[in-house]
């Protein structure tokens, strides 16, 4: 079997060429968004996918046809031998990316160099300390800010993420965008989205149409929309003449399921064929105990549902019944 093969297509013909896979649970940060404010609970080591079993089921989905992998979490980079995972995954046929906090960058900058990792993802929800370190509950503002920095200069393609909520720092759309003037950055404002734990409620959201009016207002006919790629999850925009571009990410108000190409591996081992899905398929069991994970993984994209895991509307995604069976954003890997 080659790897241009379209194997994981599902009932609705899209074929799943991307894999995020999950480094870890872990996290250096406490995102209130993202990570449930009692923490998680850790559990040992073994139940966790290790650095042989992340390259050997890797390369089943690289098999399958697997294009690109993004490695993510949890935090990626605190996993400690996160830099011999990176070093094995780039030598599959294949394109190797990053979503990181952005903490410890600096002490990866020679490893994703030398594994021609050049597209790095970082997540930064204010350009203001005091703002970020409550969204956080933590103080790692100057370290994030400066590996920021340090990855532009040295010339990264980087993508800055930042989950827009109401009365948080929707205060701030205008400045993330004025920080691609003079930086080449891609800023990404994302909806945000209900998981376990995040005590979801659309009020504290900012949609897509929402957002687009306040720049719009503010930036009038300098706002110009430019092409957004094959399965791009967002909607990229360009003010005239800045060095940078924005996009929106509006996974709660405007889906992008009809195009989705992406499958997600948790930290232990399981494959979600959607980010809201609460059922789950477990990979690392069956390939410890010998078993080939090829037909399980063809049969559980087959059964992908078409939409948000079943999910249509806002009300659907209000209906804590319904996601709660789901994990938090943090052991999801998003
Ligand atoms: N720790 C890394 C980071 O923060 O970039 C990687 C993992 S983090 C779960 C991946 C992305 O998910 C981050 O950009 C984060 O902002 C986003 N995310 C987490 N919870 C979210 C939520 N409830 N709604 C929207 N995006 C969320
Ligand atoms: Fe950690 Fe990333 Fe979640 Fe923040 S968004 S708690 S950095 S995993």
Same mark, same amino acid.
């Given at each position: 079997?080659?790897?241009?093969?379209?194997?994981?297509?599902?009932?609705?013909?899209?074929?799943?060429?991307?894999?995020?896979?999950?480094?870890?649970?872990?996290?250096?940060?406490?995102?209130?968004?993202?990570?449930?404010?009692?923490?998680?609970?850790?559990?040992?080591?073994? /139940?966790?996918?290790?650095?042989?079993?992340?390259?050997?089921?890797?390369?089943?989905?690289?098999?399958?046809?697997?294009?690109?992998?993004?490695?993510?979490?949890?935090?990626?980079?605190?996993?400690?031998?996160?830099? /011999?995972?990176?070093?094995?995954?780039?030598?599959?046929?294949? /394109?190797?990316?990053?979503?990181?906090?952005?903490?410890?960058?600096?002490?990866?900058?020679?490893?994703?160099?030398?594994?021609?990792?050049?597209?790095?993802?970082?997540?930064?929800?204010?350009?203001?300390?005091?703002?970020?370190?409550?969204?956080?509950?933590?103080?790692?503002?100057?370290?994030?800010?400066?590996?920021?920095?340090?990855?532009?200069?040295?010339?990264?393609?980087?993508?800055?993420?930042?989950?827009?909520?109401?009365?948080?720092?929707?205060?701030?759309?205008?400045?993330?965008?004025?920080?691609?003037?003079?930086?080449?950055?891609?800023?990404?404002?994302? /909806?945000?989205?209900?998981?376990?734990?995040?005590?979801?409620?659309?009020?504290?959201?900012?949609?897509?149409?929402?957002?687009?009016?306040?720049?719009?207002?503010?930036?009038?006919?300098?706002?110009?929309?430019?092409?957004?790629?094959?399965?791009?999850?967002?909607?990229?925009?360009?003010?005239?003449?800045?060095?940078?571009?924005?996009?929106?990410?509006?996974?709660?108000?405007?889906?992008?399921?009809?195009?989705?190409?992406?499958?997600?591996?948790?930290?232990?081992?399981?494959?979600?064929?959607?980010?809201? $899905?609460?059922?789950?398929?477990?990979?690392?069991?069956?390939?410890?105990?010998?078993?080939?994970?090829?037909?399980?993984?063809?049969? $559980?994209?087959?059964?992908?549902?078409?939409?948000?895991?079943?999910?249509?509307?806002?009300?659907?995604?209000?209906?804590?019944?319904?996601?709660?069976?789901?994990?938090?954003?943090?052991?999801?890997?998003?």
């Amino acid at each position: 079997m080659n790897n241009d093969q379209n194997i994981l297509t599902d009932q609705f013909g899209r074929v799943h060429d991307y894999l995020r896979i999950s480094l870890t649970e872990r996290c250096n940060l406490r995102c209130f968004y993202c990570m449930p404010e009692e923490g998680i609970v850790l559990r040992p080591r073994s /139940e966790f996918m290790s650095k042989d079993e992340i390259v050997s089921i890797a390369n089943t989905f690289v098999a399958l046809g697997v294009k690109k992998i993004r490695l993510t979490g949890g935090e990626p980079l605190v996993r400690n031998d996160a830099k /011999e995972i990176i070093n094995e995954l780039s030598k599959l046929p294949i /394109e190797l990316a990053i979503t990181t906090n952005g903490i410890l960058v600096d002490k990866f900058i020679d490893t994703f160099k030398a594994n021609r990792m050049n597209s790095i993802n970082v997540s930064l929800d204010s350009l203001q300390e005091n703002k970020l370190n409550k969204i956080t509950r933590r103080n790692y503002f100057k370290s994030i800010y400066s590996n920021i920095q340090r990855l532009i200069r040295e010339d990264f393609h980087v993508k800055i993420n930042a989950v827009i909520m109401r009365g948080v720092n929707d205060d701030e759309i205008i400045d993330f965008i004025e920080f691609t003037k003079d930086n080449k950055v891609h800023f990404r404002f994302i /909806e945000f989205m209900p998981f376990d734990g995040n005590k979801w409620d659309w009020s504290k959201g900012i949609s897509y149409k929402e957002m687009m009016a306040i720049v719009n207002n503010n930036f009038k006919e300098k706002v110009s929309k430019i092409e957004d790629k094959k399965n791009d999850t967002a909607k990229n925009y360009q003010i005239d003449r800045y060095k940078g571009t924005f996009a929106v990410i509006s996974s709660v108000t405007n889906p992008f399921c009809d195009s989705c190409n992406r499958i997600r591996l948790t930290a232990d081992g399981r494959l979600k064929n959607c980010l809201f $899905s609460g059922s789950e398929t477990d990979l690392l069991t069956p390939f410890r105990n010998g078993i080939d994970v090829q037909p399980l993984i063809i049969e $559980s994209i087959w059964r992908k549902k078409e939409r948000r895991s079943g999910m249509e509307t806002i009300t659907q995604f209000s209906d804590s019944a319904l996601h709660s069976n789901n994990r938090s954003m943090v052991s999801i890997g998003g």
